[in-house]
């Protein structure tokens, strides 16, 4: 019902900053919350912050914790995740989904997913 394209990901050095979007279309709702997962070749999908639709509640996965901020526009359908002093190991394919109105962090719980967007940060 709801799609959802990622945008803004590319390659940047150590220490930059990049700003993911996720922008949603077709019948949205105001009863789900937005995650944003990670996945680097050999290892398991990531969970890394998730925003409910009033923006009033937000979680973070312990390794971006006080370095990525996620938001959200309700008027633009679009979710953020702004990415400030960024590591080698945060490269990945970065995926924004939406799923049950409380914040989970296990992937499984999100039942509908963009197509992800490449985070490439060289040391």
């Known amino acids: 019902q709801v799609q959802l394209v990622e945008s803004g990901g590319g390659l940047v050095q150590a220490g930059d900053s990049l700003r993911l979007s996720c922008a949603a279309s077709?019948?949205?709702?105001?009863?789900?919350?937005t995650g944003w997962f990670r996945q680097a070749p050999g290892k398991e999908r990531e969970f890394v912050a998730a925003i409910t639709w009033s923006g009033l509640s937000k979680r973070y996965g312990d390794s971006v914790k006080g370095r990525f901020t996620i938001s959200r526009d309700s008027a633009k359908n679009t979710v953020y995740l702004q990415m400030n002093n960024l590591k080698p190991e945060d490269t990945a394919v970065y995926y924004c989904?939406?799923?049950?109105?409380?914040?989970?962090?296990?992937?499984?719980?999100?039942?509908?997913w963009g197509r992800g967007t490449q985070v490439t940060v060289s040391s």
């Open positions: 989904a939406t799923g049950y109105a409380i914040i989970h962090t296990e992937a499984a719980t999100y039942n509908n």
């Open positions: 077709g019948r949205t709702f105001s009863d789900y919350s």
